[in-house]
């Protein structure tokens, strides 16, 4: 199966990065093909700009790249913080 693993939390010494380190490792042990990011790394920008909005609108390539994957995708783990 194709898996995306999205972490969001800004400590790399967090529980959330322990975690989806974890299910990365064990993903792949277990043969699945697994895309991960971690949004903080990244440099992800959180805000969605209104010019995004309307269907068929030119995404950055970093933000296209990351649609393909979860649209590809069979499972999704998303790995975050609730504060």
Known sequence: ???SV???????GSFN??????AVRE?????????FHD?????FD???PAIE?????ALSLPIAVHCQEIAAAEGIVIV???W
């Open 17 to 22: 990065h322990a975690v989806a380190k974890t």
């Open 27 to 35: 993903l792949r042990r277990a043969s699945h093909v697994v895309s």
């Open 1 to 3: 199966m194709r898996i």
């Open 53 to 57: 909005i309307p269907a068929g609108a």
């Open 39 to 43: 949004l903080y790394e990244e440099g």
């Open 80 to 82: 975050h913080p609730n």
């Open 46 to 48: 959180p805000v969605l």
């Open 6 to 12: 999205i972490l969001a939390h800004p400590d790399t």
